[in-house]
């Protein structure tokens, strides 16, 4: 599927409202083992977050937000992290919301070795 090309920028627009963004295990499995292939442990990137469902519910019930984007930063202590907003029907940020962050950082909040993503 072919994002839409917004008029007049040059830019394109995501096309939300038909994206599934779902894969199988399989490849989860397969992407996550390729990241690690590459960078393993260094520094923290792409060690693994987590959050509450509350913050997406609070990005999410704005009614000016179509989907979530992700950044990724480095936070006061240096840490890899992922910064997320809402993106609007034209694929802009809505950055007059909640921005996103502070995750429970992995370790130690890590879950059980499960054969997909958590080796």
Not at 28 to 51: E, H, N, Q, W
Not at 75 to 92: H, P, Q, S, V
């Amino acid at each position: 599927m072919k994002p839409k090309k917004a008029t007049g920028s040059g830019r394109k627009v995501p096309p939300l409202a038909k994206s599934q963004h779902q894969i199988t295990h399989a490849q989860a499995r397969r992407m996550r083992k390729r990241f690690l292939g590459l960078y393993g442990d260094k520094s923290g990137v792409g060690a693994p977050l987590a959050y509450g469902r509350n913050i997406f519910d609070k990005i999410l019930k704005d009614e000016r937000v179509e989907g979530i984007r992700f950044y990724a930063g480095i936070d006061d202590e240096g840490r890899y992290t992922l910064l997320f907003c809402g993106i609007d029907a034209k694929g802009n940020d809505v950055l007059v919301g909640t921005i996103g962050d502070e995750p429970w950082r992995c370790p130690p909040f890590c879950s059980v070795t499960n054969g997909v993503l958590q080796f």
